[in-house]
């Protein structure tokens, strides 16, 4: 009997997140091998790294997924089309200059496993929480003079305290990918009632590092019946704006906002970068306004 392949199974729109996060890494060491004589050392962490590969879903011809049951699998794979794509330890280890260091943050021993990669890179690997190996890497040189960073935040729901984001910009030496879930998990926790479930606005308190949020989501609403609160046809647009200020403030410079969606036209999430330099700015800017964004403004 063959082995039950476990990898892990990605949607095709994983690619573009990885391919971004690519070329902004292969652009920002490129930068320091010119320019960066004094830098002491350049750390790359991945904060919640995933396993080394995952299996791309692809759907199957419309004749075919016709015949099966829509809401088993709404987007069946095609065995005869199946294509494995380096996930992102992989991708960060493959850019032309490396860094000084690659730390993998991830809570399942059996993908923390799979990150090896022989004598070639200095790799540390962390099973545990993403802030407590965070914070023990910020007690260590993470942040410190010379010693420079880019931490990739790619959690899958609302795992990431916002305090955790404002210690790596104070440090002033460290630049953040993040992946904003807007699609994929704040707005699905946010009903139209406003009647979250319990313990969820603690959780997004938490995510976001104020209550504000609440007022960009909801509005007070008058009518024959009286006053009621409803969530804002634009609450999406508004959070994603919020959220970039509040990055902006605390890192000094914040990308446009690059949109992915999956296959459907569904916005899932957003990609963006935030940092202490201008030059990293143009950077991002660069790589994330080459796919879709909603951003409109100045993000200098």
Not at 68 to 96: F, K, T
């Amino acid at each position: 009997m063959s082995e039950v392949d476990t990898t892990p199974t990605v949607g095709p729109w994983a690619r573009e997140k990885l391919d971004a996060l690519a070329a902004y890494l292969d652009f920002y060491t490129k930068v320091l091998k010119n320019q960066g004589h004094w830098v002491k050392s350049t750390t790359f962490v991945d904060a919640f790294a995933g396993a080394g590969r995952a299996r791309l879903r692809r759907r199957l011809s419309e004749g075919a997924a016709e015949s099966l049951i829509a809401e088993l699998d709404p987007l069946p794979i095609d065995a005869d089309a199946e294509e494995y794509i380096h996930g992102s330890p992989r991708v960060a280890l493959g850019i032309a200059n490396p860094f000084s260091r690659y730390v993998f943050i991830e809570r399942d021993p059996a993908r923390v496993a799979e990150q090896e990669h022989g004598e070639r890179y200095r790799i540390e690997l962390r099973p545990g929480q993403c802030d407590e190996e965070l914070d023990a890497l910020l007690q260590g040189d993470l942040g410190r003079s010379g010693h420079l960073a880019v931490v990739f935040l790619d959690p899958f729901g609302m795992q990431l305290s916002w305090s955790m984001i404002e210690r790596l910009a104070a440090t002033k030496r460290i630049e953040v990918m993040i992946n904003f879930t807007l699609g994929m998990g704040i707005q699905r926790v946010l009903p139209r009632s406003a009647e979250l479930r319990p313990g969820w606005r603690e959780t997004l308190d938490r995510f976001f590092g104020s209550p504000d949020w609440y007022g960009q989501v909801y509005e007070e609403k008058a009518d024959l019946l009286g006053a009621k609160t409803e969530k804002r046809r634009d609450s999406g647009q508004r959070l994603l704006e919020w959220y970039r200020s509040r990055l902006k403030a605390a890192f000094g410079h914040v990308s446009p906002a690059r949109l992915i969606k999956n296959t459907k036209g569904g916005h899932l999430y957003y990609l963006i970068w935030a940092g202490p330099h201008p030059k990293g700015l143009d950077g991002a800017r660069y790589i994330l306004s080459k796919g879709d964004k909603v951003d409109r403004a100045s993000a200098a």
